[in-house]
């Protein structure tokens, strides 16, 4: 019985853990991959929800297919100049979203290890500040793919 | 009354640039483009460049076609596969219009940007694009004629950079005189409107 009621417990634990981890309490949606041609750095896209109580700060990720993921922001400066800049840290209020879209925030992509087509998913590992990792599925799509998926 | 004649003459040329004034202000007919419009602002379009076939092309080979001026380069991930994106959407919204105009897609990193590689990266986006390369001299001579602006970013550890950019989309009629600029905050409806306009039937060429 002793034994039964740890499982029990241990089972439990992840429900009555007030101090879950940042990546526990955040769901991707509209995760894709923007495919460019002749292994161009591409831009990976998502929207992070934050459903837990606490903030969660995204600082970096990695994927097995990419030798580089970097978290990026494009900006418009004055005169209409478009430049990018890195970002080193992203957070997500408690109950708040935050969107990586086109001309905004993006997952720059670079090194691809192997050939992609439009359709294939792939892997890539958000990090969090605590330690934690969301692991998320993003669908490549084509170069000229603007609707939303 | 020493001076009837000039006064005359002064009276009638205020009236007249009055007039020309009130024209100005009353168009009998409403100014018809969303776009902001350079007529008599900007240049006409003058180049000579390498495009992503590698042959020798100038701004004549693209008389009789509407053209979209745009500066880019192939390492930007984001903003600029956007723009082409949305390019690619107008021209299908276009539909056989679209015949009538190409993209001019002008690289600002002619170093890493071969026509082989500007080949491949335009049409991925739309059949109506060309790539165009040069020397960074020409290049630079081409982006100051429209007073658009690029600077390559400081390089990172793996020898990779980045390049800022200006972000409009110069837009020239059939005879290369510079008529429209759309910059990303534009509407696409503005674009697509604009530009049935400038290739519909009964357009100027
Ligand atoms: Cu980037």
Redesign the interface.
């Known amino acids: 019985m002793p034994s039964r009621l740890l499982l029990l417990a241990i089972g439990l634990l992840p429900v009555g853990n007030l101090l879950a981890a940042q990546a526990d309490h955040v769901t991707a949606t509209e995760a894709w991959i923007r495919l460019l041609p002749a292994r161009l750095p591409a831009s990976g896209y998502v929207t992070l929800h934050n459903t837990g109580s606490s903030a969660a700060t995204l600082v970096s990720a990695h994927s097995a297919t990419y030798g580089s993921v970097m978290l990026h922001q494009s900006s418009m400066g004055s005169g209409g100049m478009s430049s990018m800049n890195a970002v080193a840290q992203l957070v997500i209020a408690p109950q708040g979203k935050v969107t990586l879209a086109p001309a905004g925030y993006h997952l720059m992509l670079e090194q691809v290890s192997r050939a992609l087509t439009p359709g294939d998913s792939v892997d890539i590992t958000l990090d969090f500040a605590d330690g934690s990792h969301l692991p998320v599925h993003f669908l490549v799509r084509p170069a000229n793919a603007t609707d939303p998926q | 009354m020493k001076l009837p004649r000039f006064a005359h003459l002064t009276t009638l040329l205020l009236l007249f640039a009055v007039g020309l004034l009130l024209s100005a202000c009353h168009q009998d007919e409403p100014q018809p483009w969303q776009l902001t419009n350079i007529s008599g602002h900007m240049p006409d379009l003058s180049f000579r460049l390498t495009n992503d076939e590698g042959k020798t092309v100038t701004a004549d080979d693209y008389r009789g076609k509407v053209t979209l001026l745009y500066f880019g380069y192939?390492?930007?991930?984001?903003?600029c596969?956007?723009t082409?994106?949305?390019l690619?959407?107008v021209m299908q919204r276009l539909g056989k219009l679209a015949d009538g105009a190409s993209i001019l897609f002008v690289s600002v990193d002619p170093n890493r940007d071969t026509p082989a590689?500007l080949h491949?990266?335009v049409?991925?986006?739309?059949p109506h694009a060309v790539g165009l390369t040069g020397s960074p001299a020409d290049i630079e001579a081409l982006t100051k004629r429209y007073r658009a602006?690029f600077?390559r970013?400081a390089g990172k550890s793996?020898g990779?950079y980045?390049v800022?950019?200006?972000?409009?989309i110069y837009v020239f009629d059939g005879n290369g005189k510079a008529r429209l600029l759309a910059?990303?905050e534009d509407a696409q409806d503005k674009l697509v409107h604009d530009l049935h306009l400038l290739l519909g039937p009964g357009s100027a060429p």
């Open positions: 192939t390492h930007c991930p984001d903003v596969p956007l082409m994106a949305q690619h959407v590689v491949e990266y049409k991925a986006f739309d602006a600077t970013e793996d990779s980045d800022s950019h200006s972000s409009g910059t990303p």
